[in-house]
């Protein structure tokens, strides 16, 4: 008795083998035509990366404000002006701007055609591509600055994560996100937009925030 389940628990060792050597992943079994394949890297903390990006260089940031949830502790602008050499704003929310003011002393806009034919060693647009209303026309007006680099990011959709972000409960579909987004990005889709909708190419792409953000490096073509 004690033969037979020695035996029997060897095959089932070997069948489990065979399974794992055989395995191939999902996206070896479809049409390469639906197979996007990017090279990215890795980088943790998305702040200090930001102010690497911008160190002792003149920045535009879109998106500074922080609407609706402004807090001058853990505001990317403030902390952004600390270390670049100029940081001019944008936002349309035109109030925030004005408490904005009181903590870094810049430039700030809240139209594009307000915006001067500056030049910036780097435009950043972090986490607003999903709140905006026309993606198009928004990525349009952002690829007509002046920059000599762009740094693009959004929530990943992919990310891990994201997947205890929902939950289905009887015909009730809940959702964890933030009441303003638009749509979620993953790393091919926000290259894929960038690249479509305007003259950018997008150089890198990386994960930031344990692969919670995507991000695309763009230089204009």
């Known amino acids: 008795m004690i033969k037979y389940e020695l035996y029997k628990r060897k095959q089932q060792f070997k069948r489990f083998v065979k399974k794992a050597l055989s395995f191939k992943p999902h996206y070896k079994t479809v049409k390469p035509y639906w197979v996007q394949k990017m090279p990215f890297k890795r980088i943790g903390n998305r702040v200090n990366f930001f102010i690497s990006q911008g160190k002792n260089k003149d920045v535009i940031h879109f998106g500074c404000t922080d609407w609706p949830i402004f807090n ?104 964890l996100v933030h009441p303003d987004h638009n749509c979620w990005f993953s790393p091919y889709t926000l290259k894929n937009t960038i690249e479509k909708y305007t003259t950018l190419k997008v150089t890198m792409i990386y994960l930031l925030e344990n692969d919670t953000m995507v991000c695309c490096e763009a230089i204009k073509s």
Do not use: M, W
Not at 90 to 100: A, V
Not at 119 to 127: R, T
Not at 134 to 147: G, K, M
Not at 154 to 166: D, G, H, I
């Open 72 to 175: 001058p502790n853990n505001n990317l602008h403030i902390q952004l002006a600390k270390h670049t050499k100029s940081i001019d704003g944008f936002d349309i929310d035109t109030e925030g701007l004005e408490i904005l003011k009181q903590y870094v002393n810049q430039n700030y806009y809240s139209t594009y055609d307000s915006i001067p034919e500056k030049k910036y060693h780097l435009c950043l647009v972090p986490e607003t591509i999903e709140h905006v209303d026309n993606v198009r026309f928004f990525l349009e007006s952002v690829s007509r600055i002046n920059a000599e680099k762009f740094i693009i990011t959004a929530p990943n959709c992919f990310a891990r994560k994201r997947s205890k972000n929902f939950f289905i409960k009887n015909d009730e579909f809940i959702e």
